[in-house]
């Protein structure tokens, strides 16, 4: 039997990546909580959503996040295509947010992945681990080829 | 009479803001040469214009500012509401590029800014100083009062 663990407990993440997969790992499971372990707790973060404003401040940031994981359902999120410059104290990955809906196996509509976001991730080295201090998404520029080619030609039924 | 210098340099910023003073700097006058100069000569470079693809690689931006500057007329742009998070090696700086149009003053329609973008500009010292490796822009979210409130209510005649 597994000792009970404290629940509220101060996360440390050693490096860049640590920090950014805790970011995608809070994303796909909605938990504001531990997406929040992973931003630094500063009135100078920076986060703009997808066509959304640019909100500063750790609060700010986390009103979106809540306001994002109670309306929406879930996802997967893949981030690929990575470009990163690695400082000793500030870090910045850029990637391609590939985003599927898992509810969506099977269906007729299903076509993969339902939309992609290019982001520019920043991170700084805190007394407190590496710490998220920036998020910059938009969405994906190209439409996917099956959009641009008007109805599909074939259907189910 | 001043010594004639060499058009052909190595330009070398020192800080990171002397490298995005450049780079805005470049940007309001069309110069490609002046642009190219502010960024880092790697493949790993990335810039994303708003609403467009993610672009990698130094040829690639550079194709890009050529179109730009061939078909826009000129432009001011103001760099405000910065964030820095500079580090010994790699610098953020989240801005507000306030762009406005120097040839449509006095003209009727004219209403000050013609258009924002939130900007994530991305610097890596180098071996030749300062230089941008990543620009990540995209459209401001909100839509100006001016634009949200009909037709002005004031007309000049």
Not at 94 to 104: F, K, N, T
Not at 114 to 137: C, D, F, I, K, Q
Request: with cysteine; hydrophobic share 40%.
């Amino acid at each position: 039997m597994k000792p009970a663990r404290p629940r509220i407990r101060a996360k440390l993440f050693p490096t860049p990546e640590d920090a950014e997969n805790a970011f995608y790992d809070a994303f796909e499971r909605g938990d504001v909580a531990a997406m929040m372990a992973v931003w630094a707790e500063s009135d100078d973060v920076v986060c703009v959503h997808p066509q959304g404003p640019r909100l500063v401040g750790f609060e700010a940031v986390r009103e979106s996040w809540a306001q994002i994981f109670s309306g929406a359902s879930q996802v997967r999120i893949r981030a690929a295509e990575a470009h990163r410059f690695d400082g000793q104290t500030v870090a910045v990955h850029s990637v391609v947010e590939i985003m599927s809906a898992p509810g969506e196996k099977g269906s007729p509509g299903e076509r993969g992945p339902t939309g992609s976001v290019y982001a520019t991730n920043v991170y700084e080295l805190t007394e407190g681990g590496w710490r998220m201090v920036g998020h910059h998404a938009s969405p994906m520029a190209e439409i996917p080829a099956a959009e641009d080619a008007g109805p599909p030609a074939h259907t189910l039924h």
